[in-house]
């Protein structure tokens, strides 16, 4: 037996001798008609795509979620169905479905397959319901792919009457390839949409000598200040914490105000993140007017 890669279609692997029929009803288990992976396997949204894609006999063009993730988008959600496009709209469990036109150069070949270009791939993730899931898409889509919003913009530009377009532009405006996790681009949604002046995203300090001192989440370089999202680690590994509180007493001795921030923060108590941040910009001499 040949090494099998997964998933792949069972009546090929059988006749090329990689896996037998018996094999088949015990050692694998089919995702879609003819489609197997391993009994037992957890299908990230990449082995979804491909699942997909082989399930349509590799005729579709594969969209969306499914699409940004063989592009190198993190944080894409297992759980999500795949996402092809193809005519008919036929209805298959753990598959969504799309019949849009396509051009040609909005296709692209991912791993020897049809993949939505990084840029027709952001114009329809930018369009699904839901701004902040939007904007943490696109945020993770430029950041693996170096996707600008001028090119997004080409692409909306020559779809202008599409559904969602408004939310699109929206999400583009607030998107920001800096951001390294959803956390971090709900962060920063929370601090634009306060009215805080937008913030830059990592921001490298150095000491007076040229020695690299840190890396920073976002903030206002000039007014020497900034805000960090610490994730859970942050708070549990001892020797995090303890590369933490030297961070902190050395950039506090470059005259950096660091503003930290926690997911318990975020979902419970944003209310604090803000007058934090907007302290710390007032002692620093910025005036900032809040939105009502």
């Known amino acids: 037996m040949t090494s099998l890669r997964w998933p792949f279609v069972g009546t090929e692997a059988v006749v090329a001798g990689s896996v037998t029929n018996h094999q088949l ?22 082995d979804k795509a491909v699942a997909a894609w082989l399930w349509s006999r590799r005729r579709a063009v594969i969209v969306g979620t499914s699409a940004a993730a063989l592009h190198g988008t993190r944080w894409i959600e297992a759980n999500l169905p795949a996402e092809l496009n193809r005519p008919g709209r036929d209805k298959v469990s753990g598959i969504v479905l799309h019949s849009d036109v396509l ?26 319901p839901g701004l902040e899931t939007a904007v943490i898409r696109l945020d993770a889509l430029r950041r693996a792919t170096g996707l600008s919003v001028e090119a997004v913009g080409a692409i909306a530009e020559r779809h202008r009457g599409a559904r969602g377009i408004v939310q699109l532009r929206r999400a583009l405006a607030l998107s ?16 634009v949409n306060a009215g805080l002046p937008r913030p830059s995203t990592q921001i490298e300090v150095r000491d007076p000598a040229g020695r690299f001192v840190a890396r920073l989440d976002m903030g206002w370089p000039a007014a020497e200040v900034a805000v960090e999202f610490d994730g859970a680690h942050h708070w549990t590994d001892p020797r995090q914490r303890s590369r933490d509180i030297d961070r902190i007493a050395e950039l ?26 907007l302290a710390a910009l007032r002692e620093r001499g910025v005036f900032v007017v809040q939105s009502a």
């Open 176 to 191: 920001d390839a800096g951001a390294e996790s959803p956390q971090e681009t709900r962060t920063r949604l929370l601090l």
């Open 103 to 128: 051009d040609d150069d909005e296709i692209c070949r991912v791993g020897g397959m049809p993949v939505t270009t990084p840029a027709r791939t952001a114009f329809d993730v930018g369009r699904a």
């Open 252 to 277: 506090a001795d470059l005259n950096w105000i660091i503003v930290r921030v926690s997911g318990d923060m975020l979902r419970h108590r944003p209310a604090v993140i803000l007058q934090r941040v």
């Open 25 to 46: 009803r015990t050692t694998y288990v089919a995702v879609h008609r003819n489609v197997y992976v391993p009994r037992g396997a957890e299908l990230d949204a990449v």
